[in-house]
């Protein structure tokens, strides 16, 4: 289990360079914002997510999850 969060990470975290986002902070918790992420770099992000994981993220999932940390990105990963 420990291996796939741990692979679903690493995916996420590919997904948000993809999109822009130059640094990554080491933290699940850490304020993304602080990193560089804005409105843009979030909607490129789900835009990278949805085609790596092969998913649709629903406005009422993207309304419901601020997305403002790798933690947030992982929980919607989950509830997908």
Do not use: H, T
């Not at 590919?14 to 902070?25: D, E, F, K």
């Not at 999850?65 to 990963?77: R, S």
Request: proline content about 2%; overall charge negative; hydrophobic content about 40%.
């Amino acid at each position: 289990m420990e291996e796939n969060i741990n692979s679903i990470e690493k995916r996420i975290r590919q997904c948000l360079q993809n999109a822009g986002l130059v640094s990554l902070p080491e933290s699940l918790e850490d304020d993304l914002i602080a990193y560089g992420m804005d409105s843009l770099i979030k909607a490129m992000s789900i835009i990278e997510i949805e085609r790596e994981f092969k998913i649709r993220v629903k406005m009422e999932e993207f309304d419901a999850n601020p997305l403002q940390n790798l933690n947030n990105f992982c929980q919607l990963i989950s509830k997908v």
